[in-house]
């Protein structure tokens, strides 16, 4: 792995074309799992936060608190 890439989604229901992408930590990826996965393939590179909902009214505060959200994780599982 030489970098990753950081985006939250929720599958979509039965009858939906496609699911959708939520901020970092509200939807249904398993980020502490990915983060031990990461650590155990013995990563040391960046994380990158993908935001890609433009219209969203609080975007620069989605993106503030995923970021807050996944250093707590990253002291947890790296620490």
């Not at 009858?15 to 013995?42: A, C, M, N, W, Y």
Request: aromatic share 12%; no cysteine.
């Amino acid at each position: 792995v030489t970098g990753f890439h950081a985006k939250d989604s929720v599958p979509a229901k039965f009858g939906e074309f496609s699911g959708h992408q939520t901020p970092i930590g509200e939807g249904q990826v398993d980020f502490e799992r990915l983060l031990r996965q990461l650590k155990e393939s013995g990563y040391e590179g960046d994380i990158f936060i993908e935001h890609e909902m433009y219209s969203r009214p609080d975007r620069d505060g989605d993106i503030l608190r995923s970021k807050q959200y996944l250093e707590a994780l990253i002291d947890k599982v790296f620490n």
